[in-house]
């Protein structure tokens, strides 16, 4: 049944945007003695192509947001099809995310989840409150990636995407 606005509670907001099917990225960054941090999302959006810049939108006060914030740097794991245990152990509140798991390091020694799609380091060019969330706008320093099947998120599973063997879209080269 469809909702009015009135009705809009986070647990509607939150079904809703369960329909939006999206992949699944680890934001990573570092404290000033060095330590990694890190945490899944499944807000990240690629903003602009030149500039490149690209955001997220993290919760206030997750350890991993303010360490981004105070960095200033930080980078983007976009997750494969068998890193789902790594997408759950990055969602978990409260712990040490990167205990018995050796981070890779980008270029920019900002600290990567191995094995990953892609990386995409970058520099915090903005940060702004928005409701419970900071949107952080990141300017890309550098980026690798590599072909295999990514991991989904929808309605609140993670899952798997179909390659049904379409051409490109004209605009994509
Ligand atoms: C698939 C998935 C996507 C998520 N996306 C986001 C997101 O975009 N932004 C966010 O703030 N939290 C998101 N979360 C929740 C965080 O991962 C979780 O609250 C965080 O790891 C807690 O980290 P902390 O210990 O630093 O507080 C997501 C969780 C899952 C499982």
Redesign the pocket.
């Known amino acids: 049944m469809a909702s009015t606005l009135a009705s809009v509670n986070p647990q509607t907001m939150r079904l809703t945007m369960g329909r939006f099917a999206t992949g699944?990225a680890v934001v990573t960054t570092y404290a000033p003695d060095g330590t990694p941090?890190g945490?899944?999302?499944?807000?990240?959006t690629s903003v602009s192509l030149d500039p490149p810049l690209l955001l997220?939108?993290?919760?206030i006060?997750?350890?991993?947001?303010d360490a981004i914030t105070a960095s200033g740097r930080f980078a983007v794991s976009i997750l494969s099809s068998r890193q789902e245990p790594i997408?759950?152990r990055?969602?978990?509140?409260?712990?040490d995310?990167f205990a018995g798991l050796e981070p890779a390091y980008g270029r920019h020694r900002v600290p990567v989840i191995p094995d990953a799609l892609a990386h995409l380091e970058c520099d915090v060019e903005r940060h702004f409150v928005a409701g419970d969330?900071i949107v952080v706008v990141g300017r890309v320093l550098d980026t690798c990636e590599r072909a295999g099947e990514p991991l989904a998120?929808l309605g609140g599973r993670?899952g798997d995407v179909v390659d049904r063997g379409h051409a490109r879209a004209p605009w994509y080269f």
């Open positions: 699944v941090h945490m899944t999302v499944n807000s990240l997220v939108c993290l919760t006060g997750a350890r991993s947001t997408a759950m990055f969602a978990r509140r409260a712990e995310h969330h998120f993670f």
